[in-house]
């Protein structure tokens, strides 16, 4: 993920229901600890977090079968910025943002997933 400097576990077990993760975050010259734990866990295609630190909010994965040979990733965030960050405003401006950046991290998982075996 190009907007995460380190992420670590924290408290529970790896993607278990209940499990924080601390996510050192930087965009642009903002940088905030993300916390976030699991709230929903469904393997092999399902997972839900829920943002507890500064920027709250719950994000989605999911995979979708298409086709015996396709799979889709969705990704879905709906967060809220505190006062500091511009609350509904810095949200509008951060989510474009954001989505920039999350576009090119998805584009990093595609290339990875892709060149497994390679």
Not at 7 to 20: C, M, Q, R, S, W
Not at 100 to 108: A, C, P, S
Request: proline content about 3%.
């Amino acid at each position: 993920m190009n907007d995460a400097i380190s992420i670590a576990l924290v408290d529970g077990e790896p993607n278990t229901v209940g499990a924080k993760y601390l996510c050192d975050t930087q965009v642009s010259f903002l940088k905030t600890k993300d916390t976030m734990r699991v709230i929903a866990y469904q393997e092999p295609d399902f997972m839900e977090m829920e943002h507890v630190g500064a920027v709250k909010g719950t994000g989605t994965f999911r995979l979708v079968s298409i086709d015996p040979q396709t799979t889709k990733f969705v990704w879905e965030e709906n967060l809220s910025f505190p006062i500091y960050m511009g609350a509904s405003i810095g949200k509008f401006f951060g989510m474009a943002l954001l989505h920039r950046i999350w576009k090119k991290n998805l584009e990093n998982l595609k290339f990875e997933i892709e060149n497994l075996d390679k």
